[in-house]
């Protein structure tokens, strides 16, 4: 009997579906499996890491299939596999590998809308997990290693097709994927812990350290891993384990990395403004996200450069002037170290000097306002924490 490389349940899912667990919460069990049967169709030509493209398709493992009596699982699947014991479910089709996708499809289906996570946080935390970003943050080998499983689960046999009959009559191939509850419930618990140690471990730090944009991305990361724990609290209650104690939902860490943010101040230092234009432009933009703006010993300072020069265009009767203006967000706790650097050039025209150097203010002031608040907000949302 072969063993399935099966991807997990709750990345399954999320693959198929890109919203968040609010969203889909009155999904029906039809548009589930459809879910889950999108994200099948998927795996081919994925292939994890330390794994060869051999034993990552199932269908090449060459399982046998029963050609003799009808099992007794094909017209029931809790007459053979005990429902107290396991998590199974029927798929057929017309040929070998379909059936075992459709299996594997109905099986996920049973857990229904309730393990699936954003799949941009869910990226996040794989991603941060198989770069080593968050070596450091477990507290012994055991812990990094099952927190590394969980990054690679689309390797892990959660599941297997136990059992593959091909109806010769009718030319219909049945499949029945089996899930071990006792089995998938310790991995799941394992898990749910070794990701709570490494939440507390990034929720440990002075309050100088918390107030800070690395304070604010480890709480960001927090959430990221918390929001994951929720799917696999919820697959553990949906086979009726009680999961570990002490789960914390994300969305609590992120209101704490909000606080953090409203406490960090950002000191905006423009040079060759007009009118303070460039100044609240910026201003505007930080403040949108929650940051304070000003502060002259600010650990955090955003120098902004600006440089207006004429621009002659010949055969042309109006006046030009270009401004080039650059923009990076410094840490200078670290020696002035660019954070995130910005900038850009514009020209504008007019029939005097004056009137052209401050239409340039004016499109660079509505170029800040289209464009910084988001570049801002993207870097934060990529920030991962360092040990």
């Not at 040079?271 to 996200?289: H, K």
């Not at 995130?340 to 306002?369: C, K, M, V």
Request: hydrophobic share 40%.
């Amino acid at each position: 009997m072969f063993k399935l490389q099966f991807v997990c349940f709750s990345l399954l899912l999320i693959i198929a579906c890109a919203s968040s667990p609010s969203g889909n919460s009155g999904a029906s069990p039809e548009e589930a499996q459809a879910a889950a049967q999108s994200a099948l169709d998927r795996m081919d030509g994925r292939q994890p890491a330390g794994q060869t493209a051999a034993n990552q398709n199932p269908a090449q493992q060459g399982a046998a299939v029963n050609t003799g009596n009808r099992p007794a699982w094909v017209d029931s699947v809790d007459s053979v596999y005990n429902r107290s014991q396991f998590v199974a479910a029927l798929g057929h089709a017309s040929n070998r590998e379909m059936a075992e996708r459709s299996a594997l499809a109905n099986l996920v289906a049973f857990f229904g809308q309730t393990i699936i996570a954003d799949q941009t946080i869910t990226n996040t935390y794989h991603e941060a997990i198989r770069s080593g970003v968050t070596t450091g943050w477990t507290d012994n080998i055991a812990m990094e290693n099952t927190i590394r499983t969980s990054a690679s689960m689309d390797s892990l046999v959660g599941a297997e097709v136990r059992d593959v009959w091909h109806d010769t009559r009718a030319n219909v191939f049945y499949a029945v994927a089996v899930m071990d509850r006792a089995r998938t419930a310790q991995i799941y618990r394992d898990m749910i812990i070794a990701n709570q140690e490494m939440i507390r471990n990034l929720t440990t730090m002075s309050q100088a350290e918390k107030n800070s944009l690395e304070g604010y991305s480890r709480y960001q990361f927090a959430a990221a891993v918390a929001d994951i724990n929720t799917t696999y609290v919820n697959l553990l209650n949906v086979i009726g384990v009680a999961p570990p104690s002490g789960h914390v939902m994300g969305n609590d860490y992120r209101l704490e990395a909000q606080n953090i943010i409203r406490a960090i101040p950002i000191n905006i230092v423009v040079r060759n403004d007009r009118a303070g234009r460039i100044q609240s432009a910026f201003a505007r933009s930080v403040s949108e996200l929650g940051f304070r703006s000003g502060g002259a010993n600010s650990r955090y300072v955003l120098n902004v450069d600006v440089t207006v020069s004429p621009v002659n265009l010949p055969n042309n009767p109006n006046v030009f002037s270009r401004m080039e203006l650059t923009a990076n967000l410094t840490d200078s706790s670290a020696g002035g170290v660019v954070l995130l650097p910005y900038g850009f050039n514009n020209r504008e025209g007019h029939s005097t000097q004056g009137e052209a150097d401050n239409r340039t203010y004016i499109a660079a002031e509505r170029q800040i306002n289209a464009e910084y608040r988001n570049l801002l907000s993207n870097h934060l949302s990529q920030l991962l924490p360092r040990r």
